[in-house]
Nanobody, 121 residues
Framework: QVRLVESGGDSVQAGGSLRLSCVAS?????MAWFRQAPGQEREGVAAIRDTEPTTYGESVKGRFTISKDWDKNTLYLTMNSLRPEDTAIYYC??????????????????WGQGTQVTVAS
């Protein structure tokens, strides 16, 4: 059974940067970052597939970058120009098969425990 372990969450000032990491114990082909703020639904932030271009949510385009080190089986999310509205718990997600929307939470059956990102104004 594949497990995902996130790290890198922290409290930063607006305009700052963070890099989140997600180590997978297996080799899922499809991985993504989601986030959930208090009282809001979980939303897709960025997704990456084995052989296809990356996908980003509109609110993070140009600021966040998803990448994966295939040798270390580690997924990253580099976040620049952070804003208070980026405050949320960030989750890593993975699946071996993806039939639809990369940002549909129902497509992913493997989730990490989440890491808190807080951006102060």
């Amino acid at each position: 059974q594949v497990r995902l372990v996130e790290s890198g969450g922290d409290s930063v000032q607006a305009g700052g940067s963070l890099r989140l990491s997600c180590v997978a114990s297996g080799y899922p082909l499809y991985m993504a970052w989601f986030r959930q703020a208090p009282g809001q639904e979980r939303e897709g932030v960025a997704a990456i597939r084995d052989t296809e271009p990356t996908t980003y949510g509109e609110s993070v385009k140009g600021r966040f970058t998803i990448s994966k080190d295939w040798d270390k089986n580690t997924l990253y999310l580099t976040m620049n120009s952070l804003r208070p509205e980026d405050t949320a718990i960030y989750y890593c997600a993975a699946t071996f098969t993806l039939r639809g929307d990369s940002f549909d939470t129902n497509e992913y059956n493997i989730w990490g425990q989440g890491t808190q990102v807080t951006v102060a104004s």
